[in-house]
Nanobody
Framework: QVQLVESGGGLVQPGGSLRLSCTTS????????MHWYRQFPGKQRELVAS???????NYVDSVKGRFTVSRLNAEKTAWLDMSSLKPEDTAVYYC?????????????WGQGTQVTVSS
């Protein structure tokens, strides 16, 4: 059974930092593009950052320069390093693994981790 498990969320003061981890199991992690999404209360999920199997990264404008996405295939893990956090970054953060195989789209989600930025 494929599993994606996020960790590292919590309460942090404005200007602080957090590192989110997404540890996967039972997937060929190295071929997957890893995405980080966040969801504000009552809103749809927003794509925050992505890293492809070759390490190419992309970010939503609101987090550029503050968030960094990374991965280590040997550990089947992706991370989202968040710094200079703002109250408007408060959301549930989800990791997502996507791979377009010859047999169809493989798309898996973690359970989410809450990030709260507040003084």
């Amino acid at each position: 059974q494929v599993q994606l498990v996020e960790s590292g969320g919590g309460l942090v003061q404005p200007g602080g930092s957090l590192r989110l981890s997404c540890t996967t199991s039972n997937i060929n992690f190295s071929v997957y593009t890893m995405h980080w999404y966040r969801q504000f209360p009552g809103k749809q999920r927003e794509l925050v950052a992505s890293i492809t199997s070759t390490g190419r990264t992309n970010y939503v404008d609101s987090v550029k320069g503050r968030f960094t996405v990374s991965r280590l295939n040997a550990e089947k893990t992706a991370w989202l390093d968040m710094s200079s956090l703002k109250p408007e970054d408060t959301a549930v953060y989800y990791c997502n693994a996507v791979f377009e195989s010859p047999f169809g789209l493989r798309n898996y989600w973690g359970q989410g981790t809450q990030v709260t930025v507040s003084s």
